[in-house]
């Protein structure tokens, strides 16, 4: 009995690794000013091959490190309910300026993660560090500079980094419409991209080793172009 068992968690823990890397996984979050004086960011935590729209529901127990990094750069956590394709949750978006929103999926018994994801919201501001949009620890996607007041055909670099060093990679970049294209960075040079189109943005990378990870941001509108 105690063989079948270890068995049977042997295959489970397979098939949930095997299901975390044969697809993608992403945050949709988006912004909710009708629940309110407080505008609500909503969060849908994603997974499937049809971005924006999420294809499959995650095991609730393989989702960690569900987090919103603040623009007073404090650490909360939120919760999820499960809905029919996806996990949802809100919180309020009380100050104006950049949140971060991340969550991992790990499998028992293991150390790393085998995916983590993070959005960048900005809320209400013309000014948005970039800085803030590195969190430093574990496989992520780091633009390079300001997502705000972009315009159009600008040149935005985006870097591949593991626990804050850049890194050699492959990037796939899909916009909401469908339309996509893959990158390359280096560890001595971020990938360039030509911001096209207004709308929401994914990334997504790995690393041998390291997993996979995605990065979903915004563009509301272009900026117009400064006389130069």
């Known amino acids: 009995m105690k063989r079948s068992a270890r068995l049977y968690l042997t295959l489970s823990l397979l098939l949930c690794a095997s299901a975390i890397s044969s697809h993608d996984h992403w945050l949709n979050c988006s912004i909710d000013n009708t629940s309110g004086e407080t505008p609500l960011c909503v969060i849908e935590i994603c997974s499937g091959h049809s971005f924006p729209e999420s294809e499959l529901k995650l095991k ?3 989702i960690i490190a569900r987090e919103i990094i603040t623009p007073c750069k404090a ?7 499960e809905g029919d394709k996806s996990h949802k949750g809100s919180f309020a978006l009380s100050k104006k300026g950049t949140y971060i929103v ?3 999926l790990k499998k028992p018994q293991m150390e790393k993660p085998l995916f983590t994801a993070k959005a960048i919201i900005i809320f209400d ?7 803030c949009y590195e969190l430093g620890k574990g496989l992520e996607i780091v633009p390079e500079q300001s997502l705000c007041k972009i315009e159009k055909g600008q040149k935005i670099e985006f870097s591949l980094k593991n626990d804050g060093v850049t890194i050699k990679g492959t990037l796939s970049i899909v916009h ?19 911001m ?12 041998k080793g390291n997993g996979g990870t ?12 400064e006389a130069r």
């Open 75 to 81: 650490v909360i956590t939120y919760d999820t309910e």
């Open 60 to 62: 609730g127990g393989l």
């Open 176 to 194: 909401e419409d469908g339309t996509s294209k893959i990158i390359r960075t280096s560890a001595r040079k971020a990938a360039a991209v030509v």
């Open 214 to 225: 995605s990065l979903t941001f915004k563009i509301p509108e272009f900026a117009k172009k």
């Open 102 to 104: 991340t969550f991992a």
């Open 196 to 207: 096209k189109k207004t709308g929401t943005y994914k990334i997504s990378g790995s690393s």
């Open 125 to 131: 501001t013309e000014d948005s560090d970039p800085a």
